[in-house]
Structures are given as structure tokens and as C-alpha cells.
């Protein structure tokens, strides 16, 4: 049962989480699946969710039975991805999507790893090029660049160990605690929940900066070592 | 032999794509390289026109795909070099008569007797580029030194690391150190600033790049261009030997010239 739980493989895509059940019986599979999301409340709050069940037939009141089941603890399922043509009219019936467009590793963010609840974090060591978009639920850093054209989303912080070109959104649920910092700081859009940042006229990047919300407007301030009592 | 397979690529279209991969080749071949370029750019193919070969072509890629003709009867021999071939585009097909397995198939039955295959990809980022980066061994991504142009460049390198393809560099054509130094143009400073991958070539503007791809005699050829010179430096770094990078500034290009004598510097 235990193994069943370890088995379930969760990634970020680009429309929510990808959740890949291991092969056994539906029965299993539903209670494993449920205590995987009862024992990380916090990081599958609010989520949404693709199924993918490889050949496993589920019937139309199972279907629904998991739906609600997901649906009490804040979760929205979206998508069963399946091999088995029963279970694909099946989701057909019920109006989920069969198919998600295919995740490109660009646009993966993998959650393999055990996420911590509140401070899930994910650290990506490399630039984001244009027409890359990643989204996350928590805070994430970046060993890198943002590149023009580039987008990352964030609930948490964003931490860019680099240039900031790109589009930035960090507290995109509505976390006005959120912040985000860069090496060098020069975005083409900038939001803290919601809120876009005004550079300044005049303003030269190069420098490291954090951008907060203060009175509901985003603002800029040198980084200070040994400030960070300031944020 | 084993050829090595490098794919031509840049996202944005017009950048000189179709000459880099004319002029590389010429280059190439003209050192005693066995040189065979693929045209990836189904339904508008032109790199049979800038190599001077147009009115030689009896079969084509998707010919040899679809089974017609044999690959050696697909490929064309240049007039001037007798170790450079091509293997034309079709022009009444589109981009899906052609696989990326497809590619993959073609060259490897290229690489026992050729030293390079080089191949065009068409523009954009879908089908045909897939198409044309498939079988690579290293993809060299052209861009001029504009803002749209490096943006591509940017994504294009972008889904080339998450394919992991490795060994990807950039050639920076159609500078112009007059605008550079004016602050109209882009740098090559600022170009590998953002991009952030190796450098194998800086191709100055120059017209008689356009006067050759109209003739279908490449300037690689030509002793006295200068873009021909950044070309050959180009083949000679491709086949793995260190040049030096042309001086832009010191011999100025006739654009450089020509500006002077309006009396605008």
C-alpha cells in the first residue's frame, strides 16, 4: 500500500499537475492516490489535476465517486489520460479532456521530489529562453537568466541568481508577502500579486534589486547585505 | 568517412540562412571537404538558386522519401566543386511529405562517403525545423544583430538545449560596424551578452553577398569580399581550427565607406 503511494509519480506542467498512477487495481490505486493528497494538503490545495491511469478501465460511477472525492479536498480533475478506449468515452462522458497538449521538458517543472508543505521550492539551474513558461506553486529559484520572452509564475518568491529581462509574477494567488529579486533587474513586466511594477524614469539595471508590495504598489530597493530584515 | 551533421537554423526568416549554408558549403568543399547540402525547406526551396543549380534539378528530397529515385540520383553535383553536392527541396510539396525520421534515414545513409551534410531549415520553429535539427550533430543558429531576430534565435536555442543537442554556436550575420559604433545596431557584444552560446562566425553586411546569391556564385569564393572571408573562417572553425575573429573595424566594409563619402561621419 505504502509502495503504491511512492509510486505515484506527480509533475508540474504547464495546465496544472500531471499525476501518473502505477499499475494495480482501481481500488488501490483511488486510496493511494488520496492519501498521497491528504498527507500534502498544502501542496495540492487548489490544484489541478491530469490523471494518468495507463490501461486501467474505470467505470462512469468510479469516475465520479474519485471526482468528488477530489473535489472535497480542493482539487479539480481536468483530464484522465488513458490507454483504454472505455475509460476515454468514460472521461468523454463526464467532460474531461483526454488529452493534454504534450509536456515539452521546457515546460516541466518536476516535482518528483518529496515537496515540503508552505515552502515547496524549485530550484532550476539554467537560463529560461523565449516561449519558455513555467509555473509554480511555491517559491523558485533561478541559476540563470530570464531572457526576453521568458515567462515564470510563481504562488511563492522568485530568486533569479541573474539578469532579470523577462516577465516575472510572484504571489500570483494573491501572496502580497511575496518578492522577487535579481541580480539585475530590467524586467518587461513585473507583478506581485497582481500588481505591476513602474520602473522608475531613468532606471539603470545592474545592480542587485528587490521588488516588494508596499501600500499595494510595487517598489524597488538596493539590495543591502545583511538587510534582509527589510523584507 | 563519417560525416558530421549540421543543421543551418534561426527561427526568424530572412536572416541569410539559405547563404550561410551556400557559402559554408562552398567553403567547405573548396578545402577538399565532401560536402552534401540538404535543402529542409519544403515548398520554397531556394538554396538550388543561390548555389547556381536550379536548372539541374530531375529529383528531389521527397522523391527519394517517397521512393522515385535513388538517393545518388537525388543529389547534384556543383558545376565548380566536384566534391559539393545537393539534394534539392520539392517545390510542389509541403513540409509534411518529409519526417524527422524521414531526415534521420537520409543522412545516415549520407555519412559513410561525405565529410559534412549541411542542412537549411526552413523559418519558424514547427515541422520543418523539427525536421531539419532531427538528424543533427551540432546546429550552428544564424541571427542578425535586431532585436526580433535574437529573440528567435533565443527560443530556438532554447528548445535545442531541451532536445539536448549539444555543440550549438552562432553566427552573427549582416553586421554593420557603422551602425554598431552609431548605437543603431545590436553589437556582437550584445548579441552573446543574451544569448549566451559559443560564437563561430561574425559575417559583415556586404553587397556582393547579394549579387553572388543572385547569380548563384556564393562569395565564399570570391578572394576580395570580405563576407566571403568571414565565411571561410566560418568552414576552417567548423572543421575545428582556431581563426581569429575578422576585425571589424579596422579594414572598413564598403558600406563604411560609402557612408563616409556622403559626409555622414
Known amino acids: 500500500m505504502n509502495d503504491l503511494a511512492a509510486a505515484i509519480r506527480i509533475k508540474g506542467i504547464r495546465d496544472g499537475l500531471l499525476v501518473s498512477l502505477p499499475a494495480a487495481g482501481w481500488e488501490d490505486q483511488r486510496t493511494a492516490l488520496l492519501a498521497q493528497i491528504d498527507g500534502q494538503q498544502a501542496f495540492f490545495n487548489g490544484a489541478r489535476l491530469a490523471l494518468e491511469v495507463g490501461a486501467q478501465v474505470i467505470k462512469v460511477n468510479e469516475m465520479v465517486e474519485l471526482r468528488d472525492q477530489l473535489s472535497e479536498r480542493n482539487v479539480s ?29 521546457e515546460e516541466v517543472a518536476n516535482l518528483d521530489a518529496e515537496p515540503i508543505p508552505e515552502e515547496t ?59 522577487v529579486c535579481a541580480l539585475d533587474l530590467l524586467p518587461m513586466r513585473l507583478e506581485i500579486a497582481g500588481e505591476v511594477l513602474r520602473l522608475p524614469a531613468g532606471w539603470e539595471a545592474g545592480k542587485p534589486e528587490v521588488a516588494l508590495l508596499r501600500d499595494g504598489t510595487v517598489v524597488l530597493e538596493h539590495w543591502q547585505t545583511g538587510g534582509m530584515g527589510q523584507v | 568517412m563519417t560525416a558530421q551533421v549540421i543543421t543551418l537554423a534561426s527561427g526568424k526568416g530572412g536572416v541569410g540562412k539559405t547563404t550561410a549554408v551556400a557559402n559554408i558549403a562552398v567553403a567547405l568543399a573548396a578545402e577538399g571537404s565532401k560536402v552534401v547540402c540538404v535543402d529542409g525547406d519544403i515548398g520554397l526551396r531556394n538554396l538550388d538558386v543561390v548555389m547556381g543549380l536550379e536548372n539541374r534539378i530531375v529529383y528531389d528530397i521527397v522523391d527519394v522519401i517517397e521512393g522515385r529515385c535513388k ?27 518529409v519526417s524527422p525520421s524521414d531526415m534521420v534515414r537520409i543522412c545516415n545513409e549520407l555519412r559513410p562517403d561525405a565529410d559534412y551534410v549541411l542542412i537549411d531549415s526552413p523559418a519558424g520553429i514547427e515541422r520543418g525545423f523539427r525536421n531539419a535539427i532531427a538528424p543533427a550533430d551540432r546546429v550552428l543558429v544564424v541571427t542578425n544583430p535586431e532585436v526580433s531576430a535574437v529573440r528567435d534565435a533565443d527560443r530556438v536555442i ?8 549539444r555543440g550549438t554556436a552562432l553566427i552573427i550575420n549582416r553586421l554593420n560596424p557603422a551602425l554598431v559604433k552609431q548605437h543603431d545596431m545590436l553589437s556582437a557584444e550584445d548579441v552573446l551578452d543574451l544569448l549566451g552560446i559559443a560564437l563561430i562566425g561574425i559575417v559583415p553586411e556586404d553587397e556582393t553577398v547579394i549579387v553572388g546569391s543572385n547569380r548563384g556564385t556564393p562569395v565564399a569564393q570570391d578572394p576580395r569580399s570580405r563576407a566571403g572571408q568571414a565565411f571561410r573562417n566560418i568552414a576552417q572553425r567548423v572543421r575545428g581550427e582556431e581563426v581569429p575573429f575578422l576585425d571589424m573595424d579596422k579594414q572598413p566594409g564598403l558600406w563604411d565607406r560609402l557612408q563616409r563619402m556622403r559626409g555622414r561621419k
Not at chain 1, 488513458?82 to 467532460?95: H, N, P, R, V, Y
Not at chain 1, 537568466?145 to 510572484?170: F, Y
Not at chain 2, 538517393?71 to 511529405?97: C, F, G, S, V, W
Not at chain 2, 532554447?158 to 543537442?165: H, N, R, V
Request: aromatic share 4%; net charge positive.
Open chain 2, 158 to 165: 532554447g528548445i535545442l538545449e531541451a532536445e539536448e543537442k
Open chain 1, 121 to 179: 521550492a524549485l530550484f532550476l539551474n539554467r537560463t529560461l529562453r523565449s516561449g519558455t513558461r513555467i509555473e509554480f506553486p511555491g517559491t523558485v529559484v533561478v541559476l540563470g537568466d530570464i531572457n526576453p520572452g521568458a515567462e515564470l509564475v510563481a504562488q511563492g518568491n522568485i530568486v533569479i541568481w541573474g539578469r532579470l529581462r523577462g516577465t516575472v509574477h510572484a504571489g500570483c494567488a494573491g501572496n502580497k508577502e511575496a518578492v
Open chain 2, 71 to 97: 538517393l545518388r540520383q537525388a543529389m547534384i553535383r556543383d558545376k565548380h566543386l566536384p566534391e559539393l553536392y545537393l539534394i534539392p527541396a520539392a517545390q510542389t510539396r509541403d513540409k509534411n511529405a
Open chain 1, 77 to 105: 480533475l481536468w483530464a484522465v489520460i488513458s490507454d483504454s478506449a472505455a475509460t476515454e468515452q468514460t472521461s468523454q462522458l463526464l467532460g474531461l479532456a483526454t488529452r493534454i497538449s504534450k509536456p515539452r521538458p
